[in-house]
């Protein structure tokens, strides 16, 4: 396999996954992004971030943005050349909303516009690369395909197989993320949920997250109750306990909130209503006790996923 082009350019948008009841499968695009850019060079490797997480990742061929890239030139048995990456970062880092999903969505996709037949990195082989990485699809999934989207993985023929599908989000749902200053790693997160749930959590659990794909594509008056969990936030009260708490204070204010992947960044799904939410006013009431620790975005939902350029 060879190169075709000398340069390449990838946006790729912020997700929140799980949504409450869809644990390691359900997830959304939102519209807030990384600008990735990588050009060939002869030999080495220079990177360059500005934005989240400048100053702290990796600047060589550890950062994720590359490994990723390696791994898909790699796959597909191309020429590993040298590289300068360039990363305008949008999405916060550690704090539950995709930016790793992002990062290997976004060096798989570079990878994928640098070569001269694109095709043998399909969106299939992607997400599967992208999972290698990340251990599950949740994030990487809307990261790619934008919208909302289910994700599974199949046990077939001794290998796990990633799969996804995307839906339209309802066009009168508005996401907002709430961003604390704190940030918790995905590994402390997972570290603290129970081996063996209770079959009627379990049972409960399957139902709200059917629900929910509902409420998101045409029901959003049932954001509400599609968004109840018994599986993961409650144990995960003991690592995010102000996040659990904004939580429970918005769901009693009639607001469908949940922890937004690992977290500790809270997502609350609200609804159009005259010039802004249904929420704005709860919305407002939260903040105003948070100025000092929280941030509050209203991204949207990024219905296209990661978008590529190639060329200068």
Not at 144 to 158: C, F, M, R
């Amino acid at each position: 396999m060879i190169l075709g082009h000398d340069q390449a350019r990838v946006r790729v948008p912020a997700t929140s996954a799980n949504l409450g009841p869809g644990f390691d499968s359900l997830g959304l695009a939102l519209a807030l992004h990384d600008d990735l850019e990588v050009r060939v060079q002869p030999a080495g490797v220079r990177v360059q971030v500005t934005g989240e997480g400048a100053g702290e990742v990796p600047d060589g061929e550890s950062h994720l943005v590359l490994r990723a890239l390696r791994m898909a030139l790699d796959h597909v048995g191309a020429e590993q050349p040298g590289l300068a990456l360039t990363c305008v970062n949008r999405i916060p880092h550690g704090r539950g909303l995709g930016s790793s999903a992002a990062a290997a969505v976004g060096g798989l996709l570079l990878a994928r516009a640098l070569l001269a037949d694109p095709a043998a990195l399909d969106d299939d082989t992607v997400l599967a690369l992208a999972t290698r990485l990340e251990g599950h699809p949740d994030n990487a999934a809307p990261a790619l395909l934008g919208d909302a989207t289910i994700a599974w993985i199949e046990d077939a023929h001794g290998s796990r197989q990633a799969h996804a599908a995307s839906y339209p989000v309802h066009p009168d749902i508005v996401p907002v993320v709430l961003v604390p200053e704190a940030r918790l790693s995905t590994q402390h997160a997972r570290s603290v949920l129970p081996a063996v749930v209770a079959h009627r959590d379990a049972a409960f659990q399957a139902g709200r997250a059917a629900l929910l794909v509902e409420a998101l594509s045409r029901r959003p008056d049932l954001l509400l109750p599609a968004t109840e969990d018994r599986l993961h936030q409650e144990h995960r009260r003991e690592v995010m306990p102000e996040s659990l708490a904004l939580v429970d204070e918005l769901r009693a204010l009639g607001v469908a909130a949940v922890v937004s992947g690992a977290g500790p960044t809270v997502l609350a799904l609200t609804r159009r209503a005259g010039g802004g939410t249904d929420a704005d006013e709860a919305l407002a009431g939260v903040a105003a006790a948070r100025t000092d620790s929280w941030r509050m975005l209203r991204p949207g939902v990024d219905s296209g996923g990661a978008q590529t350029r190639s060329g200068a």
